[in-house]
């Protein structure tokens, strides 16, 4: 089992940046590809980010390509969703995910994390 926690959600301005982050805790010594997926009100949950075990290939949605970067850190068990230049769409709880395939960038998350708000008013 992994635990996933993420944190850094919170109010911003439109324009303005956050940084998410998630600490994955329990068997971290496999490997998981890692991604970042967001929900808001009435809305499917939809995959904003992915990153593979080696941290080289990356996916983004569309609409943050440009804006949202994701990295991960392996020996701190963390993965981190820097948003730049966020837009009040971007609004939503952000949810950390974790896939048993590590080399894929198409999550079928086997993990969640609880989620974290995100809003950004205009």
């Known amino acids: 089992q992994v635990q996933l926690v993420e944190s850094g959600g919170g109010l911003v301005q439109a324009g303005g940046s956050l940084r998410l982050s998630c600490a994955a805790s329990?068997?971290?010594?496999?490997?998981?590809?890692m991604g970042w997926f967001r929900q808001a009100p009435g809305k499917e949950r939809d995959l904003v980010a992915a990153?593979?075990?080696?941290?080289?290939?990356?996916y983004y949605a569309d609409s943050v390509k440009g804006r949202f970067t994701i990295s991960r850190d392996n020996a701190k068990n963390t993965v981190y969703l820097q948003m730049n230049s966020l837009k009040p769409e971007d609004t939503a709880v952000y949810y950390c995910?974790?896939?048993?395939?590590?080399?894929?960038?198409?999550?079928?998350?086997?993990?969640w994390g609880q989620g974290t708000q995100v809003t950004v008013s205009s």
């Open positions: 990153v593979t075990w080696t941290g080289v290939r990356t």
């Open positions: 329990g068997r971290t010594t496999s490997k998981y590809a």
């Open positions: 995910a974790a896939d048993n395939s590590y080399a894929r960038l198409e999550l079928t998350p086997d993990y």
